[in-house]
């Protein structure tokens, strides 16, 4: 068992300009115990890369998300500081999550399909229309979840364009400084709240009103805590989906066999959706920290009491010991456990929405248009927790 490391290697090791997972974390699997890394800002973590591990991590209540509040969490920006309820614990997590559970279920989810369906449809019709090249990002990719969760939370359609400058800063890996990350988050908060008044004094069949509901008539949220819950949904709800659509289309690109063969075969299209979200690496590095909070073994390498620990999802979904030709796309690989939406307490909520998303988009855009290609230069979201394209030049 390791209890040490030389000095820390710099992180994260993935680039921006692109879909591949470093070589780094190869390595790093293959070797005994724990990676030690540093990140632009925050102490000194653990790295996991492995599968295993990764599942230990995310799944044990040893290791907490409320003690990062207590600690300099490593990050990649100075100001970066999570909030809410992604730096909880149980039963505090539980007591929010499960306010907000019963919207992102399988069976209420499925409600939706027929109406994202045609979305997709009235896109594609004026993606069509206006002719190639089109940029996928803005005219395809965006507007689908965007308009979805915007629905599901009564955002104004005019007031779509502001959230997406506060979630871009939100997820921004940038030199925003402490007191500017501050400023945005005030921002977005400032406006949440005038929305909530608005749902509070014309209440409407949305999320939004059914957690104020819980926030007046059951007192089971703070004011800050339903605030900071809708702007969670809003952010999280769109930004992944948004970026992983390009990201999809253009791995399929990539791999015209597998393309051909979804094409040819549509029955494997949800089977392919979750072959993708195993692939394709979406993070420019790990999750956020988890705090041991006792010594625990993770790898062969024990982890003390109070050191933080980062899983590379992206690397444990390449994990040998887990998948078959790990690094080969499959489309018709049989659906295992990928990592993709995480796991444990903090296993995506709004996993099915993202799933009916990427089903509906994907399927309706290969189906519309069999000689999609690339058309021009994709240019690359830079300085963000998230890889994927900002503008991505299509034909048909």
Request: net charge negative.
């Amino acid at each position: 068992m390791t209890t040490a490391e030389t000095t820390p290697l710099t992180y994260p090791f993935n680039s921006s300009d692109g879909l591949a997972l470093s070589e780094a974390y190869e390595q790093a699997r293959n070797r005994t115990g724990l990676l030690r890394v540093c990140l632009p800002y925050g102490e000194p973590a653990w790295l996991v890369t492995r599968y295993a591990d990764a599942r230990m991590v995310l799944g044990d209540r040893r290791f907490s998300r409320a003690e990062a509040l207590h600690h300099d969490e490593p990050r990649q920006s100075e100001g970066r500081r999570d909030s809410g309820i992604l730096t909880m614990d149980p039963p505090d997590h539980t007591r929010l999550r499960t306010l907000v559970a019963k919207a992102f279920t399988v069976h209420q989810v499925e409600k939706l399909r027929p109406w994202v369906r045609q979305l997709t449809h009235d896109l594609l019709d004026d993606l069509e229309a206006a002719g190639p090249p089109a940029d996928l990002v803005d005219r395809y990719a965006l507007p689908i979840p965007v308009g979805v969760i915007c629905a599901m939370l009564g955002v104004p359609q005019e007031d779509r364009p502001k959230f997406r400058i506060w979630s871009d800063a939100a997820l921004s890996t940038s030199s925003l400084t402490a007191e500017e990350s501050d400023r945005n988050t005030d921002e977005l908060r400032a406006y949440m709240a005038g929305l909530i008044e608005v749902h509070r004094s014309s209440p409407r069949d949305d999320i939004m009103t059914s957690l104020i509901e819980a926030r007046d008539a059951g007192d089971r949220l703070s004011e800050l805590e339903l605030v900071d819950l809708c702007v969670a949904i809003l952010v999280a709800g769109h930004e992944t989906t948004a970026t992983q659509i390009p990201n999809f289309v253009l791995t399929l690109l990539e791999h015209p066999q597998e393309l051909r063969r979804l094409r040819e075969n549509t029955d494997l299209l949800n089977g392919a959706v979750e072959e993708l979200l195993r692939f394709v690496p979406l993070g420019m590095g790990a999750s956020q920290a988890r705090y041991a909070t006792e010594d625990v073994e993770v790898g062969g390498t024990l982890v003390r009491a109070g050191e933080p620990v980062l899983v590379a999802v992206g690397s444990a979904n390449r994990d040998a010991l887990r998948f078959d030709t790990p690094g080969t796309l499959n489309v018709a690989r049989p659906v295992g456990q990928h990592l993709g939406f995480g796991h444990g307490v903090h296993h995506c909520l709004g996993a099915p929405l993202a799933r009916l998303e990427l089903q509906e988009a994907l399927g309706a855009l290969i189906a519309r248009f069999p000689e999609l290609r690339v058309a021009g230069d994709v240019e690359w979201k830079g300085q963000m927790l998230v890889r994927g394209p900002r503008v991505m030049p299509i034909a048909w």
